[in-house]
């Protein structure tokens, strides 16, 4: 049991990571033998929960420690990138843009740039996390769906006769 709590504890740390959140944690628990469900709904959940907590980060901490120039300088090259990733959803499309943005399984997409997409385009609190709601339970979805086929593909191809 201890090591079970432990496994989805190991999970949901791995989905409050930027640049890994459900790209790494899904298949981490996939891998480690549970249930697709449960690993989905353990990372979605903790991938939602770090919405708010992000986006207030960025917000207010980020600013107070700007003042240290290792991180001012990933600040800035941060938000460069950020900025051109996701002004071509955000602009177009508002809201439902920023999900597809969070939603795309990809490096540099997920819950901590779509709160520094929110951020600089203006997006206010509540529209931010509905959009993160909507684009977690994509990535969930897709990830999920590429770990359960993948696993099966590759079972097939190893189980041969």
Known sequence: MQEIIRDLIIIAVLTLFPFLELRASIPYGIAMGYSWWVVFVVAVIFNIL????????????????????????????????????SKKYVEKYGELGLAIFIGIPLPGSGVWSGALAANIFGLKFRKYLIASVIGVLIAGIVVTVIMVSGSEVFGVLVKVG
Do not use: C, E, G
Request: charged content about 30%.
């Open 50 to 85: 770090l919405a708010p907590i992000v986006y207030f980060f960025w917000k207010k901490i980020i600013h107070l420690l700007r003042w240290i120039k290792f991180i001012d300088k990933l600040y800035k090259k941060t938000i460069s990138r950020v900025q051109k990733k």
